[in-house]
């Protein structure tokens, strides 16, 4: 014989998997009928459209184990403020088929009091897409972004760790008041176009206390990026910490107020620098403030390049059009793997205005000639000791 349940006692069992705490409904998908292992999109799918309605605060809990994830976009706005806690590991579909220009594989929209944390791991399982069909030259777009946030305010992400992504690992795009703590980014040193965290037009976001081993920029900051700062970060492999590049679409919006502070790098193959297309639209940068910084065995350690050019297939002669000013690059020490320590290239067309340098301490130990720093359309303000010496303009 059967057992039928009517709509109250139905109701009992969906209440039964959910558990309420202190003004705080949670969903724990373990109990909504996630198994380990097995695809959990529609239950993720339908345990956030639960938390995103919840009248008080709401909490998504994914525990300790595997789950599959083919793909998850976590849409607001939430009537209250909503906790992610990822404990377990979402795995991304090895096969990248199926997304659109730009997509996340996880994305976060329009959302304001998010809260992600746990000491989980989403894995976007990229490593079959390295160097076979993608590669610096040939960028592949319609590979996924990891993790994309998208009009995310007022909220913090801490704890959680993106592995192999298959591009960028985390885009931050229009968001407001967001922070980052204990991040991992972790993927192979080949790995092409897999920026650590990408930040465009975004105010008053801060990246602290986090490791970033990868296959591009650990950091790199778009146009549109205001009140960004940067601490204690450490960074390698990868490409170092990069503002831009810049220039190279029109309407860009301005980059104002960066610091990058604390931070170290181990292996890069830049450490910190700003890029701009030559031949580029008009554009804008100012108060980007680098210091307090340990370089290990980085090549270009203090790099503005206003000639950015990775493919040779730029108009040189003609000069980047994007305006720096108040740039300061202080307190910098370590070792670097090329004997051009510093270098500072600006505009032909719009030189570098109040740009300072000082308390720079690198050392060369290779063999292809004494360490040395260069200047090209700037006249830098020197303080402190300079080793290199300050370049020659």
């Known amino acids: 014989m059967g057992l039928k ?45 639960k938390a995103c309605a919840s009248p008080t605060s709401a909490k998504i809990v994914v525990p300790k184990s595997t789950y599959k994830l083919s793909r998850g976009n976590f849409l607001g706005p939430c009537k209250s403020p909503i906790e992610f806690q990822l404990d377990g590991i979402l795995q991304a579909p090895s096969n990248p088929s199926g997304f659109k220009d730009g997509d996340g594989w ?27 069909h993608c590669t610096r030259l040939n960028y592949c777009s319609k590979l996924p972004i990891n993790i994309r946030f998208n009009f995310v305010t ?64 650990c950091i790199s900051i778009g146009d549109g990026t205001k009140k960004l700062t940067i601490t204690k970060v450490t960074c390698g492999p990868g490409h170092g910490i990069s503002v831009g590049s810049l220039g190279k ?60 050019c ?24 370590g070792t670097s793997s090329t004997p051009l320590a510093v270098k500072l290239v600006c505009s032909g067309g719009y030189p570098c205005q109040n740009v300072e340098v000082g308390g720079i301490d690198i050392k060369y130990n290779g063999k292809e000639g004494p360490i040395q720093s260069i200047c090209k359309n700037v006249k830098p303000k020197v303080s402190g000791y300079m080793n290199p010496a300050a370049c020659a303009h």
């Open 249 to 308: 679409y029109t309407n860009e919006a301005p980059v104002e107020g960066v610091t990058v502070r604390d931070c170290t790098f181990k292996n890069t193959q830049n450490g910190v620098r700003i890029k701009t297309w030559p031949d580029s639209h008009e554009g804008v940068a100012s108060d980007l403030h680098f210091e307090n910084l340990i370089m290990d065995n980085v090549g270009n350690p203090v790099l503005i390049d206003q000639e950015y």
């Open 106 to 132: 996880i994305t976060f929209q329009s959302i304001n009091k998010l809260s992600l944390y746990g000491g989980g791991t989403f894995d976007g399982q990229g490593k079959a897409s390295y160097g076979k």
């Open 5 to 49: 349940l009517n709509k109250n006692a139905l109701s009992v069992l969906v209440f039964l998997a959910i558990s309420v705490t202190a003004q705080c409904v949670t969903f724990d998908v373990s109990k909504l009928g996630g198994k380990p292992n097995s695809d959990i999109t529609q239950v993720l799918a339908q345990a956030w459209q």
């Open 154 to 217: 007022n909220s913090a992400v801490k704890g959680i760790t993106s592995l192999d992504s298959k591009q960028f690992h985390i885009l931050v795009l229009g968001g407001e008041n967001l922070s980052f703590k204990n991040v991992k980014v972790i993927a192979p040193e080949d790995s092409a176009n897999t920026d650590g965290i990408h930040i465009g037009r975004s105010t008053n976001v801060t990246i602290a206390d986090s490791t970033i081993q990868t296959g591009d920029d």
């Open 310 to 333: 990775p493919w040779n297939q730029c108009k040189l002669q003609n000069p980047s059009r994007v305006k720096l000013s108040k740039v300061s690059f202080k307190n910098i020490k």
